[in-house]
């Protein structure tokens, strides 16, 4: 696993577009776990000017570097509130889509027959899932928080993971060391966990980052659709402030920020999976 | 062929069957009075009781699961809180309205991200080829209904080229009719959602596109069309980008999907009266039958897509025989 | 097809002093150096030697079809008179199925999965001349026949024909627009020995029916012995050694010919072929000499320092070394598997 990391790390550095996307990730997670810390403001709190009026909708200045909300909040300190909630909900709904679609596309890889027929019903049912439709609909039954969105996103998302890991153990399933594996008498499980799963884990982590992209999305969609947890402070949800105040098109400084960091964010995550993807499958490779 | 054809309508049927089932437990079971899901907690209690009475719901689960399905096959959706009508009356118009919007800017987003993947791929190595990929995987990255955000603050508010959201001027048209989908008005409130949502949408197909003509040009059988002496617009369009399109095919059902989940964003943004529109301003008012039904038809058109789309794959390769 | 008359006659194509280059990640390599060659018409010509030897090069070079990151750097392809690379590329193009076909090597990849067998040839036709629908189809029909397939079958796809037929179908579509020359790369390297007999005796037998000519590429000696009138051997992107098949298998004038010629299964003698020991040379930057030096057994330090010349022994034969006026010596000493093993103890000694 640490083996299968650093050489993760070595062969994205090896490429400038990925070294570049590798340093904003890290940025953002470092901006995640200080950005709070670091924040001038409370992110909830109301900003008066001199004269003790409140400052609505007042544009960047030297003490508000991004400008104020509606209701006088710093923007600049809700953006590093805001790195939190986005690597929080993606990396851990990327986490969980890996390790159901990773187990669920060895078993039905491996086992074939009656188990990947099975396997594989269940996960066209959740591809017919409307992915958006369907988390508003859980959230709205079970009330809006953090983990209730990680739930609802983890229990759609792996059938992608699946089925991409399914085709690759079927390819490997017919390979030497596999059957090499079966003559020394070693059983399923261990052929299955110790042989196959090392050789499937650069696609898995592949399609981890784009998991973890589409989930920065979508938890940022579901703030702006307004059914985000209401306690946290996301980029999503300060979207969702500006467009509910009616005051995003007089103030581009509340608007634009967010959508920047959400998009820096998300293409740094793709890129690193992209150059690491270049590697392990040559044919993507540009002469 | 046909004995394919009645396998994958089974599994369709097995999996509308499953959604069915899935949003009858998970409108019902999750935490909160399950009978909230039907009587609207305005009436007044003993109204309320007599609902209950009405529809069933002191009955066990398992009955009223069953009447649940037996009316779903025939389009009774129940009824709305806020207006007491049928939910279906209310949905199918939205139907219209949504896949008004989705369809033209699906099909536009494939089409211009298949011959855009197809000509970066064919001159791979370009600059153009690293820009267009750059551009594509920024666009890709941003949230959708932020893009839509900056297009109405630049094409409608700035430039004043479009209206910044809605189907029709707002009461040109008090009632839904045909006639609505004819006029200008209603052309010049379509563009810039689907600008949007095509601009959006093509990232995809045009990146998968591209990787697929990365492996297509290097075949014999193209080295073989070019010694037939077609030229190299005919070897692209006649070839390379015919043979490259079957890998996109097999993702059209996903991004069906993504679309028609998209759409609830592009239409709560663009105030579009879609049905993912209905269904957020639904649930914000707790109106639980349509949301129910908003949901139902949102993926009944999500599977029949995945199917349709399977089929569509299964004409366009002869390698594929059906047994 | 052996030995035709018309050896003298102007030739249908004519190759001048073709250089050719790759550009790689290490420098330019050169995989055509000087090559010259004529096939006159009805004629066939065998080039044959080891993979990476730049034949393949040299076919696409001919088709004017070649990878982005290869020019050609001189010389003259002429067909029928007009030089192709002096000429527009759109001439070129036109020459291109009309005039010289050829018969791709891997007959499963080089057809187009997706498209019918009937469209892929149409297409081939229609490219270059106008031809009513009935008219096209009856053509196809006849082109199956004439290759020994079912025209019954000329709407299939690629994948419903077993390999040897689908063989078949190249050379059909080959032979599509009556061609004055086919190249042929390595046509039967994917098919068991008895269907590679059956395609090379039904193109022999078309050959002498429509009288193209063919230069047929091959690793393998023995094919050229039993199909072609003359041979070019290739080395290290330079031709090393032509003439009449016969005489050169006979008598090679060249170490590496010897070498080839060890290859060869003898009849009713218990024999062991011998392989030529060590790699082909490196084309982006060559020693200096001749490029069969590091390999050649009996190399002389001149062979090292001084790069041979083509020269020609009698009108039609010709072989690139220094000591080709002693091979009828060296050929009884490139017999002997001890001759080759002391190349490769010098080759892998530090």
């Given amino acids: 696993m640490i083996r299968l990391c650093s050489t993760f790390i070595k062969t994205v550095w090896a490429t400038r577009a990925g ?22 403001y409370d992110p909830t709190m109301r900003n008066y000017d001199q004269a003790g009026k409140l400052l609505r909708l007042a544009g960047p200045s030297w003490d508000h570097w991004m400008g104020t909300t509606l209701l006088g909040r710093d923007i600049f300190s809700q953006m590093m509130w805001g790195a939190r909630p986005a690597l929080l909900v993606g990396g851990i709904t990327a986490l969980g889509t890996v390790v159901i679609g990773l187990n669920v596309g060895l078993i039905a890889g491996y086992f074939g027959g009656r188990t990947d027929a099975i396997l594989m019903r269940i996960t066209d049912i959740f591809l017919g899932l409307p992915f958006l439709p369907f988390i508003i ?56 966990y110790r042989e196959i799963a090392p050789n499937v884990m650069p696609v898995a982590l592949v399609s981890t980052a784009f998991s973890l992209a589409w989930a920065i999305i979508t938890e940022a969609s579901i703030g702006f659709l307004g059914f985000g947890d209401p306690t946290v402070v996301s980029w999503g949800s300060i979207l969702y402030d500006a467009y509910a105040s009616q005051a995003m098109y007089r103030a581009p400084w509340w608007v634009v920020p967010p959508g920047i960091a959400i998009m820096i964010l998300v293409s740094a995550v793709y890129f690193v999976g992209r150059a690491y993807e270049e590697v392990i499958n040559p044919r993507l490779r540009s002469v | 062929m046909g004995r394919y054809l009645a396998t994958r309508l089974s599994h369709v049927v097995i999996t509308l069957f499953a959604m069915m089932t899935l949003t009858f437990f998970l409108f019902r079971l999750l935490p909160g009075d399950p009978t909230a899901m039907v ?20 009955r066990p689960l398992v009955e009223q699961y069953f009447v649940y399905l037996a009316n779903l096959a025939r389009f009774d959706f129940g009824y709305s809180f806020r207006t007491s009508g049928p939910v279906w009356d209310l949905i199918q118009g939205r139907l219209v309205n949504t896949l008004l919007l989705i369809l033209p800017s699906m099909t536009a987003a494939y089409a211009i991200g298949a011959f855009l993947g197809a000509y970066i791929g064919w001159h791979r190595g370009s600059r153009t080829e690293a820009g267009v990929i750059l551009v594509a995987t920024i666009l890709q990255s941003a949230p959708l209904f932020w893009l839509s955000m900056l297009a109405i603050l630049f094409f409608s508010i700035k430039l004043d080229l479009f209206p910044t959201g809605h189907i029709v001027s707002p009461g040109s048209f008090p009632e839904q009719t045909w006639r609505m989908y004819l006029t200008w008005d209603f052309l010049h409130h379509l563009a810039l959602p689907f600008m949007v949502n095509t601009l959006y949408q093509l990232c995809f197909p045009l990146l998968l596109m591209r990787s697929t003509m990365l492996s297509t040009v290097g075949e014999d059988f193209i080295e073989l069309a070019r010694m037939k002496g077609l030229t190299e617009r005919q070897v692209l369009f006649r070839h390379a980008m015919p043979t490259s399109l079957l890998p996109l095919a097999t993702t059209l059902p996903m991004i069906l999907g993504w679309a028609v989940a998209g759409s ?5 943004i663009f105030s579009w009266p879609g049905l993912g529109l209905l269904m957020v301003e639904a649930v914000t008012q707790a109106d639980y039958p349509l949301v129910q039904g908003a949901f139902l038809l949102i993926a009944v058109l999500t599977v029949t897509g995945t199917f349709v789309a399977d089929m569509l794959y299964g004409m366009l390769d002869p390698r594929i025989v059906y047994r | 097809m052996h030995q035709r008359s018309n050896i003298n006659a102007e030739p249908v194509l004519h190759i001048k002093g073709l250089d050719l280059s790759y550009a790689t990640a290490h420098g330019r390599a050169a995989a055509l150096t000087n090559i010259s060659l004529s096939l006159a018409p009805g004629e066939s010509l065998g080039l044959v030697g080891e993979s990476g030897c730049g034949k393949s090069t040299l076919l696409k070079a001919i088709m004017g079809v070649m990878p982005s990151n290869a020019a050609i750097e001189g010389g003259q392809v002429i067909f029928k008179g007009a030089d192709l690379v002096a000429g527009s590329k759109e001439a070129w193009r036109k020459a291109r199925w009309a005039g010289i076909s050829m018969i791709a090597q891997s007959a499963l990849n080089a057809l187009n999965p997706v498209r019918r067998i009937s469209a892929q040839i149409a297409e081939a036709i229609l490219t270059h001349k106008s031809m009513p629908k009935s008219e096209l189809r009856a053509r196809i029909c006849h082109l199956f026949e004439i290759v020994g397939v079912d025209p019954e079958r000329i709407d299939d796809y690629p994948h419903q024909f077993s390999g040897g037929m689908r063989q078949r179908v190249l050379i059909a579509m080959a032979l599509a627009l009556e061609p004055s020359v086919v190249l042929a790369d390595e046509p039967t390297t994917a098919l068991d020995v008895i269907v590679q007999d059956q395609i090379f005796n039904r193109l022999r037998a078309l050959r002498d029916e429509l009288d193209f000519a063919i230069l047929l590429v091959t690793h393998d000696l023995a094919v050229v012995i039993e199909n072609c009138d003359r041979i070019v051997v290739m080395y290290g992107g330079m031709i090393v ?41 490196d084309l ?67």
């Avoid at chain 2, 009587?39 to 002191?58: H, K, T, Y």
Wanted: a positive charge.
């Fill in chain 2, 264 to 268: 609830v964003v592009i239409e709560t």
């Fill in chain 3, 284 to 350: 982006v930057d060559p020693a200096p000499g001749c490029r069969f030096a590091a390999r050649c057994p009996f190399a002389l330090p001149v062979c090292r320092v001084v790069t041979p010349d083509l020269l020609p022994s009698t009108p039609d034969r010709a072989a690139r070394c220094h000591r080709a006026g002693e091979m009828e010596t060296l050929a009884s000493l490139a017999g002997k598997v001890e001759t080759w093993n002391r190349v490769g103890d010098l080759a892998n000694a530090p």
């Fill in chain 1, 137 to 192: 609909v859980v959230l709205a039954m079970t009330g809006r928080s953090l983990w209730t969105i990680i739930f609802a996103m983890t229990i759609v998302m792996w059938r992608s993971t699946a089925r991409v890991i399914r085709a690759q153990v079927l390819s490997l399933r017919e390979m030497q060391f596999v059957s090499a594996a079966r003559i020394t008498g070693a059983s399923d499980f261990a052929i299955l």
């Fill in chain 3, 241 to 281: 050694e032509t003439g009449p098949t016969r005489e050169v298998v006979r008598a090679p004038s060249h170490p590496y010919t010897l070498g080839l010629r060890n290859a060869l299964p003898r009849l009713g003698v218990d024999y062991e072929p011998i392989a030529i020991p060590g790699r082909p040379p």
């Fill in chain 2, 39 to 58: 009587i609207s907690p305005a009436l007044d209690p003993a109204a309320q009781e007599a609902m209950r009475v009405r529809f069933g719901l002191d």
């Fill in chain 1, 19 to 40: 070294r570049v996307s590798l340093l904003v990730v890290v940025g953002c997670v470092l901006l995640a776990v200080f950005g709070p810390l670091l924040a001038p």
